[in-house]
Structures are given as C-alpha cells and as structure tokens.
C-alpha cells in the first residue's frame, strides 16, 4: 500500500509543510458542552510524553528534558476532545552533554545548568491519565519510572509497536518522517515539540478507514501481550528466528518475542513447524496491561 503524502501537490512535484498547531486538530461536531456533560462515562485523559537524555542506556543515562501534554478522548470512538495542561522542563544531569547529544536535540549544557524537574508537577499530571502515550515507549517508560511511581501503576501505549505504520506504506516509524508525509513540522528535536507532534498525528484520520491512529493505537493498548519464549531452540534456527522478529537475551540464552495473546495460536504453530519440527518446546507469559513496554 503506498500511503497518502498530505501537502503534496495534485502534480506530485512539491510538497507543502505546515508548522506544528495543536488548536488546528479537528474536535468532532457532536462534542458540544451540553453532550460531554451527558457522556461523562466516555470521556477519558491521556498524556503524550516524550523525554531527551545524555544517551541510550537506561542504566547509564539520564533524562535532560521532558514534555507531557494532556488530551482529552472518546474512548468509545478514539477521537480527540480536547487538548490539556501541558508541562516541559531541563533536567541538569551533573555531567557535560557529549557534542552528539547537542547535535541531535540543540540541547547545550547552558539550557540544563541548575535546572531540575518538577517531578511533583509531572505525577500530578500523569495520575489524572488513563493511558500515557509515546513514540517508542520501550525507550521512555524505564527512564520515567526512575522517578515517578505514579507511572509504574498505569497503562502506556507506544505509537511505533502498537500502529501497523508499515502495512499503510510507511516503511520507516520515525515521528520526523511520519510528522513530514502528514504535511507539518516542527522547529526541532526537543520533548515538548514531539510529546505534541505526536499528538497531533494521532488525531489524523487514517486514509483508509477515517478513524484516527489513536482508535487503533488505543485499541491495540487494550489488548493482552504474551512473552515468546523460544528455550531449547536449536542454534539452526537462529536466522528464523531472527528473521521472525526474535531477540537474543544474551544473559538467559534464550530467544524472545513479544506479541499479542490473541495470536499466539498462530505463533506456536510457526515455531513447532519451523523452528522445534515438533511440539512446541518453549515458554509462554502473559504481560499486565500495567506492565507493558517496562525495563
């Protein structure tokens, strides 16, 4: 499927970008004051978050921004009410930022002097949540739970494993380059801008469908993940395996893979007809909602 480039002309030959504007997501008609008095029960409160840190290592590196942006949902529909209170701050890392580091989010050791994060200001905001959304939520959540015990008690959903973002054409996740085939931008690579660049790409209908990417990203939060494990697999198999999206857990010799529970059917078939050429000789776990994408 080749996904649909919004801003590019009917000719093909340029593309137009709009600087990032929450107030331009569109509120659905019926969302009248009158009716979100009357279906309290269908409305809930999600946080986009985002955070910049010295590096990759959830054990060796440390948050030096974050940005949250409340909204409020239909959780029936997936549609976007409104958009909430906001927080955004540097975090002083006691150390020098490496020169990549500024590179990539323009982040100088100036911005983060002295600076040090709410992180009272930061719970109070996520406790009113239902569910806390990011773009690789695997990366952010472990950092977020070094400080805050108000995250390890809710549901996170991630807008790159939980959108099907390849199968509509987008053969990259990349919140850049999905912000840039939706038709806007924003100023640079810092956390408040993408906490609220990816809220605004949620709130965009699909092509095919209409219903926006938060309907199938909410969706997907709601369903239980089972750990594959694939122990005792024969050292042949490893290319399928891989190939299958399989990690190697150097410390417990073992391959694993994360999937939903409702295709695990289909799993162990693949692994009992590639993989064992036999029943299947693995281990599965199921995952809390709770406990998705934690460390």
């Known amino acids: 499927m080749s996904f649909h480039w919004?801003?590019?002309?009917?000719?093909?030959?340029?593309?137009?970008?709009?600087?990032?504007?929450?107030?331009?997501?569109?509120?659905?008609?019926?969302?009248?004051p009158d009716w979100i008095t009357a279906?309290?029960?269908?409305?809930?409160?999600?946080?986009?978050?985002?955070?910049?840190?010295?590096?990759?290592?959830?054990?060796?590196?440390?948050?030096?921004?974050i940005g949250l942006r409340q909204f409020q949902f239909n959780k029936a529909t997936g549609e976007i009410l409104s958009v909430g209170k906001s927080y955004s701050s540097f975090q002083d890392p006691g150390r020098p930022l490496s020169k990549e580091i500024t590179i990539i989010t323009g982040i100088t050791d100036q911005m983060v002097a002295g600076v040090n994060i709410d992180w009272s200001e930061v719970d109070s905001l996520l406790s009113e949540a239902s569910v806390i959304v990011a773009h690789n939520a695997r990366f952010d959540r472990p950092?977020?739970?070094?400080?805050?015990?108000?995250?390890?008690?809710?549901?996170?959903?991630c807008s790159i494993k939980q959108?099907?973002?390849?199968?509509?054409?987008?053969?990259?996740?990349?919140?850049?380059?999905?912000?840039?085939?939706?038709?806007?931008?924003?100023?640079?690579?810092?956390?408040?801008?993408?906490?609220?660049?990816?809220?605004?790409?949620?709130?965009l209908p699909q092509p095919e469908s209409q219903h926006s990417y938060l309907a199938e990203l909410l969706a997907n939060a709601r369903r239980t993940m089972t750990q594959v494990i694939a122990s005792s697999a024969p050292f042949e198999a490893k290319d399928f395996l891989k190939s299958r999206g399989y990690s190697w857990d150097s410390l417990n010799r073992f391959w694993s893979k994360l999937i939903y529970k409702d295709?695990?059917?289909?799993?162990?078939?693949?692994?009992?007809e590639t993989v064992y050429c036999g029943t299947f000789g693995g281990i599965t776990r199921d995952i809390a909602l709770t406990?998705?994408?934690k460390n």
């Open 39 to 65: 279906n309290s029960d269908l409305l809930r409160v999600g946080v986009s978050i985002d955070v910049e840190t010295t590096g990759l290592s959830h054990s060796d590196d440390t948050i030096i921004e």
């Open 6 to 32: 919004i801003g590019k002309s009917d000719c093909g030959s340029t593309v137009t970008l709009k600087k990032l504007d929450l107030s331009q997501i569109e509120k659905p008609s019926y969302a009248t």
């Open 263 to 272: 295709e695990l059917a289909a799993e162990t078939a693949w692994l009992e």
């Open 163 to 203: 959108i099907d973002w390849f199968n509509k054409g987008y053969t990259s996740p990349k919140l850049e380059l999905l912000n840039i085939y939706h038709g806007f931008f924003t100023d640079s690579h810092r956390a408040i801008n993408d906490a609220e660049a990816l809220l605004y790409l949620l709130s």
């Open 291 to 293: 406990d998705n994408f």
């Open 143 to 157: 950092f977020i739970e070094k400080k805050s015990k108000i995250s390890t008690q809710k549901v996170w959903a």
